[in-house]
């Protein structure tokens, strides 16, 4: 292991690194050169004036904040000597079955593209491109035929990789009666228990303040609201990004969360993040993606046919095709267990400086990934704005949700979380699900792979995303998974069949979260 010192300074390097370069260093130089021709400025004390000028103008906490979001995406600190595939993902069996269910998406999407003779990609022709730049605002009125496209994966299918994961170095054969042979996850990764649980989720106890909860035990409702929402307006004028992650964890109220999820986020919405965002629109117009008519169904058998979210069809479309179109994306395959699928130029099959990254982005949409955006078009109207969020948030969170790794908040981890948690504390009813056929991963599994998104109404999917970018971590999903059987266990217990116990949480709409997290995390006893 590292000693902290060489640690801290790796780290110090790396976050230097990435900021060079970037557009907020470019401004900073600019202001420290402008600010010496000001009179205040000494010669003999020039540093100090600098830095007390970039504090006092702003530009300091703008740093401040950059620097916070490195530290958000930065792979955890390794030995020097490290493989870059080992930075990664450490565990060689979580990169194999990675590498191995890449090549699987690969092939279907080849397959596609064979069996329905579409390239994938081509060059629009100008009337094309016209037309598609005359409907960018109602896309949602096209209707494109279709039926022939499949989505390349669904989570089902994803679910099946993940039960088949095995760590070769770790023989279960002595351990043939215990509690981890009736779960469908069989891999060695370090889960928290409940106790682990309250104090990493130590603000949601049942004695503090939080939004989402209507009958507080020690403070009035309308009491905390008030002061909460002061200061939220406190947290934003501040503008720091670590005191808004600290502050939602107790939830963000409606008028001020998308201004907070920014600021969490370090978005922006600079003259340079509208051009880049034309930039990508201009790529759609101008060429066409096989990945395209896949975001296209995709939208047309989720989102809209979804109460909520069907009037945002148009927004949808703009996003994730200019999604699909953006090289920035592929930085985060630097913290990814995953790598970027390639395509070859005609002809040149295998050889690799005629490989290109395929889709740009380097992200293959699947059955439902349009539920990713949905929900925060109730926040942002601005497209431009709305894509900065939903790139930022897929990369520090959603691409965990499909990636195999060993990651606390990978997917993996988060259903081995939530059988632990239903054996522990609910062996009897896991048991009972069991054995008629309804192993409760099955039908958990969907809600966690879309972090909820599309199941509980949004007022209260915005409650539970509030405390993703609140904790930095996605293991709340698994709580909540967890306590919703919970808190569905009486009916649960009497079904007798995978249908009837569907059919018991088919409909996840009217629950209140917070209320269900606080029970089940500190109401439990153990």
Not at 128 to 156: C, I
Not at 269 to 297: A, C, T, W
Request: charged fraction near 20%.
């Amino acid at each position: 292991m590292m000693d902290e010192g060489r640690e801290l300074s790796m780290t110090i390097a790396q976050v230097v690194q990435k900021l060079k370069g970037t557009h907020l260093h470019s401004q900073l130089e600019r202001q420290a050169k402008e600010c010496l021709h000001k009179p205040e400025i000494k010669l003999e004390c020039l540093k100090d004036d600098v830095r007390d000028f970039l504090r006092n103008s702003g530009w300091e906490k703008k740093l401040q904040n950059a620097v916070y979001r490195e530290l958000h995406v930065l792979p955890p600190p390794s030995h020097p000597a490290a493989p870059p595939e080992h930075i990664k993902e450490p565990l060689a069996y979580m990169r194999k079955a990675q590498a191995s269910w890449e090549k699987r998406i690969l092939k279907s999407l080849n397959s596609m593209c064979t069996e329905l003779g579409v390239p994938l990609a081509r060059k629009r022709p100008v009337s094309e491109q016209k037309e598609l730049l005359s409907k960018w605002n109602e896309m949602g009125t096209d209707e494109p035929d279709l039926s022939h496209f499949r989505p390349v994966y669904a989570p089902k299918d994803f679910l099946e990789v993940l039960i088949s994961l095995r760590n070769p170095n770790c023989d279960n054969s002595d351990q043939a009666n215990s509690k981890s042979h009736w779960s469908l996850i069989q891999v060695p990764l370090n889960v928290k228990d409940i106790p682990e649980l309250r104090e990493a989720f130590t603000e949601l106890d049942l004695t503090s303040g939080q939004l989402g909860i209507d009958d507080h035990t020690n403070v009035l409702p309308d009491m905390f609201e008030s002061e909460h929402f002061s200061i939220g307006k406190k947290v934003l004028i501040e503008q720091d990004s670590a005191a808004a992650e600290q502050y939602s964890r107790q939830g963000c109220p409606t008028g001020l969360r998308a201004e907070l999820w920014a600021l969490i986020l370090n978005v922006t919405n600079e003259p340079e993040d509208i051009m880049y965002y034309e930039q990508l629109k201009s790529g759609v117009v101008h060429h066409d993606l096989l990945v395209d008519n896949l975001i296209y169904k995709d939208v047309k058998l989720t989102a809209s046919n979804d109460d909520y979210y069907f009037v945002f069809e148009d927004y949808l479309y703009q996003v994730l095709l200019c999604f699909s179109r953006d090289t920035m994306v592929l930085e985060h395959f630097s913290y990814n267990s995953a790598t970027p699928p390639k395509s070859y130029i005609r002809g040149r099959l295998g050889v690799e400086e005629y490989a290109v990254v395929y889709p740009p982005n380097g992200v293959i949409p699947f059955h439902g990934f349009s539920m990713y955006v949905a929900p925060l078009c109730f926040l942002y109207n601005e497209p431009s704005k709305l894509y900065s969020i939903f790139r930022e948030m897929y990369v520090r969170y959603f691409f965990r949700l499909h990636s195999i790794s060993s990651s606390s908040s990978g997917i993996v981890s988060l259903c081995l979380q939530f059988e632990t948690l239903l054996q522990t504390h609910l062996p009897q009813l896991f048991y009972h699900l069991r054995e008629i056929g309804a192993q409760p991963l099955r039908i958990a599994f969907k809600w966690m792979v879309r972090a909820f998104s599309g199941y509980l109404a949004t007022d209260q999917l915005l409650l539970l995303w509030d405390r993703i970018l609140g904790y930095n971590s996605l293991e709340i999903l698994a709580v909540l998974a967890a306590a919703v059987f919970a808190f569905r266990a009486e009916n649960l217990m009497e079904v007798t069949s995978l249908a009837a116990a569907e059919a018991v949480l088919a409909d996840l709409s009217t629950l209140k979260v917070m209320p269900l997290l606080q029970i089940f995390l500190f109401a439990t006893v153990i």
